[in-house]
């Protein structure tokens, strides 16, 4: 069951607040972006990462896909000491031995089994029916719990599952030995609201759940994986599923950092945070990027390069002025090694400007200053961004040569 403690609420007073865990699947889903491939080393380096970033449970991969495969994770296995080391498998014997031997030293070992639960995955892909899917969960189940009695089970496609079903699948995935129910959104087809609705309905179909963990599992179609996540907590998930900058099958997975940020600024809202160091969140999303080698988008929350960068200059002004006019997240709160930036371009102001100039150290006259503005204004009308020795240049020849003509 989560931690709960007490912090203050908006009026003084004393409200609870549950500490959410955070499964990491960057090396599994995360891996299953198109064109991405980890090696064990980058397995390793990553892992290691996430241990630092306090990850309650890193899924290190799916052992049944290859030999090098099931031993990149054993690597994770026997190196993790401070995070839970979880691996994939189908819900075939063959795949949870596999998973099993893989994960074995690890510290706190988990196996995690998947079955799909939707009409369209059951009929059109595993071609199969509901009672034999109901007898196949019985026996994984049974079968992980030889090993282990850290085991989670994933009704897959369960939002686009007719919930009546759901709930027998989830039934009888606790009743025979699953810890932990993860509930995957796994073509990203929810949204907030349907995501509240069916966590409401299956803690009401089946008491049982509130004898285990739940977990939500995020894909992220319709950009609302994040959104869905908290509305999940929201729900009562005491663990989300998440991936380092987003990466994952597809558009991709809730990202962790976005959770992570989103849970530190709203937790009494919500009444939950998780026990990331978030400090290290720039860190992780860059090794993950020079690993993945997926760029990480610009305008990517919380870790894309634009995050900290105002380009107005209304913003200039204002984040001149203070910070959070203009920022929700400080820098230092994700490690952010340059922080807030004023970048020159045709929108800039002269606050914003000056700002600049003086940040280089350079010093003008007053005429100087007038001069190096209007000049950087007709210099910026035809350039995108003006860099440091650019503006060096301007504020060097206004102030030696402020007249007309150049
Ligand atoms: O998207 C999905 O359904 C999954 C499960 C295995 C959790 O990745």
């Known amino acids: 069951m989560p931690l709960v403690y007490a912090v203050v609420g908006p009026k003084g007073m004393a409200m609870s607040v549950r500490t959410i865990k955070i499964l990491d699947t960057t090396l599994r889903d995360g891996e299953q972006s198109a064109g991405v491939c980890f090696s064990p080393d980058d397995k390793l380096e990553i892992a290691r990462m996430l241990e630092a970033l306090r990850v309650d449970v890193i899924e290190a991969g799916f052992p049944a896909a290859s030999t090098t495969e099931a031993a990149a994770v054993r690597g994770v296995a026997r190196a993790i000491k401070d995070s839970s080391i979880c691996a994939l498998a189908r819900a075939v014997t063959g795949d949870i031995d596999q998973a099993w031997q893989s994960i074995r030293d690890a510290v706190d070992p988990r196996i995690h089994i998947f079955l799909s639960a939707s ?9 199969s ?60 087809a929810a949204i907030p609201l349907s995501i509240e609705r069916l966590f409401e309905r299956l803690y009401a179909d089946v008491p049982e759940l509130g004898e285990v963990e739940v977990s939500f599992h995020g894909q992220n179609d319709l950009g609302l994986a994040t959104a869905n996540a908290l509305a999940a907590t929201i ?62 988008s610009p305008n990517k929350a919380v870790v894309g390069g634009n995050m900290f960068r105002h380009a107005s200059g209304i913003h200039q002004d204002g984040v001149l002025k203070q910070r959070e006019n203009y920022e929700v997240i400080d820098p230092d709160w994700i490690g952010h090694p340059r922080g807030t930036e004023v970048v020159l371009g045709k929108l800039s102001g002269r606050s914003g400007f000056e700002s600049r100039v003086r940040s280089l150290g350079i010093q003008l006259s007053p005429q100087g200053l007038d001069v190096a503005f209007g000049r950087f204004q007709k210099h910026a009308d035809v350039c995108q961004e003006t860099d440091n020795d650019e503006l060096r240049v301007i504020c060097i020849i206004a102030e030696a040569w402020p007249g007309p003509g150049v």
């Not at 009409?119 to 071609?127: A, M, T, V, W």
């Open 129 to 188: 029916t509901r009672s034999k899917i109901i007898a196949q969960t019985r026996a994984a189940l049974v079968h992980a719990g030889r090993y282990t009695d850290n085991v989670q089970f994933s009704p897959m496609d369960a939002t686009r599952s007719d919930p009546i079903f759901l709930a027998e699948i989830v039934r009888t995935a606790i009743r025979a030995g699953a810890r932990i129910i993860n509930i995957p959104d796994t073509v990203g």
């Open 235 to 296: 729900a009562g998930a005491s663990q989300i599923e998440t991936t380092v900058n987003g990466i994952g099958e597809r558009a991709g997975n809730t990202a962790l950092e976005e959770v992570v940020m989103a849970l530190r600024i709203h937790h009494q809202n919500i009444g939950a945070i998780t026990r990331i160091k978030s400090r290290h969140l720039y860190a992780a999303s860059q090794l993950v990027e020079t690993r993945s080698g997926l760029a990480v």
């Open 119 to 127: 009409k369209q995955h059951i009929e059109h892909q595993l071609k």
